[in-house]
Each structure stands twice: as structure tokens, then as C-alpha cells.
């Protein structure tokens, strides 16, 4: 097991919710796979809280710049290295995997991967 941490530092992480992309399977929240156009994101486990969060908007904010994203996926930090989890060690403890379009929405970098980030409910 993993500590989880409902408040930290937040990480944002590029990620695509795609059919056979990043996550695996489909999302947690609704079961389905997202576009890269959509402005979704994937939360810790402490931060998903059970699901509590499923399809709620939250305010991300990086540089001067902040956008919506609605909860569609968990970015598990307990569980990994198995075929659910595309076979990928457990998150971190505070990432906000986002898909492109929030990256795009907050003018930034794809190339650079992750970037320190704030959020909260809407």
C-alpha cells in the first residue's frame, strides 16, 4: 500500500483518456474513453475519494491562466504494474492527469510533461 494525501502539491500530468492511450481502460467515472479535444482529468487517489468526484468541474490555474475540467478517472496511487493500470507503476500522490485540451486551454507546453499547477471544486 501507498500513502495517499488528500492535500499536497499538485502536479498536472499530460494525459489522453483515448481508446487504448494512457489510462488503459476506459474512465472510472462513466466507463467511457474521452477525446483529446475534451477537457477532462484523472485525480489522485485521495483527491478521487471514492468516486466522490465523478463528473465535477474543477478550476485548474498555471500561470496565470486557469480552465475547467470535468473528473472522469482515477490516477491510482495504491494499486499498478497490472493490466487495469496499462501495466504502469501507482501515481504520485497529488497528479491531475489532464488531457490535452486543458494543457492547451492553460498555454502549455505538451512537450514538457508535468508542471506544478493549483485546483479546486468549481
Same mark, same amino acid.
Given at each position: 500500500?501507498?500513502?495517499?494525501?488528500?492535500?499536497?502539491?499538485?502536479?498536472?500530468?499530460?494525459?489522453?483518456?483515448?481508446?487504448?492511450?494512457?489510462?488503459?481502460?476506459?474512465?472510472?467515472?462513466?466507463? /467511457?474513453?474521452?477525446? @483529446? *479535444?475534451?477537457?477532462? !482529468?484523472?485525480?489522485?487517489? $485521495?483527491?478521487?475519494?471514492?468516486?466522490?468526484? +465523478?463528473?465535477?468541474?474543477?478550476?485548474?490555474?498555471?500561470?496565470?491562466?486557469?480552465?475547467? /475540467?470535468?473528473?472522469? @478517472? *482515477?490516477?491510482?496511487? !495504491?494499486?499498478?504494474?497490472? $493490466?487495469?493500470?496499462?501495466?504502469?507503476?501507482? +501515481?504520485?500522490?497529488?497528479?491531475?492527469?489532464?488531457?490535452?485540451?486543458?494543457?492547451?486551454?492553460?498555454?502549455?507546453?505538451?512537450?514538457?510533461?508535468? !508542471?506544478?499547477?493549483?485546483?479546486?471544486?468549481?
Amino acid at each position: 500500500m501507498y500513502p495517499q494525501y488528500r492535500c499536497s502539491p499538485s502536479v498536472l500530468t499530460l494525459n489522453s483518456f483515448g481508446k487504448g492511450k494512457d489510462g488503459g481502460g476506459p474512465s472510472e467515472c462513466d466507463n /467511457a474513453y474521452h477525446s @483529446d *479535444e475534451e477537457k477532462v !482529468v484523472a485525480l489522485s487517489t $485521495g483527491w478521487f475519494s471514492n468516486m466522490a468526484r +465523478c463528473g465535477h468541474r474543477i478550476k485548474i490555474s498555471a500561470n496565470f491562466n486557469s480552465v475547467y /475540467a470535468k473528473v472522469v @478517472d *482515477e490516477c491510482d496511487s !495504491v494499486h499498478g504494474c497490472d $493490466g487495469d493500470h496499462n501495466f504502469e507503476p501507482p +501515481c504520485d500522490n497529488n497528479i491531475v492527469g489532464a488531457s490535452p485540451a486543458v494543457w492547451d486551454a492553460l498555454g502549455l507546453d505538451q512537450s514538457i510533461g508535468m !508542471v506544478h499547477v493549483t485546483w479546486s471544486e468549481e
